[in-house]
């Protein structure tokens, strides 16, 4: 059982490790059609309705989508392809952080593990208000389309 599990784990880091390259490297040159970039290509869509991740992937895109019925326009979808790339990832990804989390980091003799612990929860919580925050304000604004600017507020933080 054990052993399996190991293998399980060795063989998912092995691919996200190996995923990574080709993902970056093709992203160069191609835009993953989502958000201004949608466009057709990408198989069929679905509507943007499919604490972070679950305000994420499904409070924030019911309230657009409801917005947009409301406003009595369409935003044309969003890729079944790349939702499921996405979700295949999300996956990979959240077994590996929770199986290390869980089984394979060794705890004892870290005496630092709960100053980290709640400054990762503080970040955290933090950065769960600001999304939630950033999509209301969002959602509010009246849809128009326009050219996409960096505001003079945003840029000064950089």
């Not at 705890?107 to 400054?119: C, H, I, K, M, T």
Request: charge should be positive.
């Amino acid at each position: 059982m054990v052993s399996s599990d190991q293998n399980l784990f060795h063989y998912s880091l092995l691919t996200l490790y190996l995923i990574g390259p080709p993902t970056f490297i093709s992203l160069r040159f191609l835009q993953a059609p989502y958000g201004k970039h949608n466009r057709l290509g990408w198989g069929p869509t679905m509507s943007p309705f499919l604490f972070r991740y679950f305000h994420r992937t499904c409070i924030y895109p019911l309230r657009l989508h409801n917005n947009n019925n409301k406003s009595k326009t369409n935003n044309g979808g969003f890729p079944v392809s790349v939702a499921m790339m996405a979700f295949v990832f999300n996956l990979l990804n959240a077994y590996l952080q929770a199986r290390w989390v869980s089984q394979y980091k060794d705890y004892e003799g870290d005496g630092w593990f709960w100053l980290r612990f709640f400054v990762g929860l503080v970040v955290f919580l933090g950065g769960i208000g600001v999304n939630i925050w950033s999509d209301r304000v969002l959602v509010a604004q009246p849809i128009q389309v326009m050219e996409f600017r960096w505001s003079s507020e945003w840029v000064s933080l950089f």
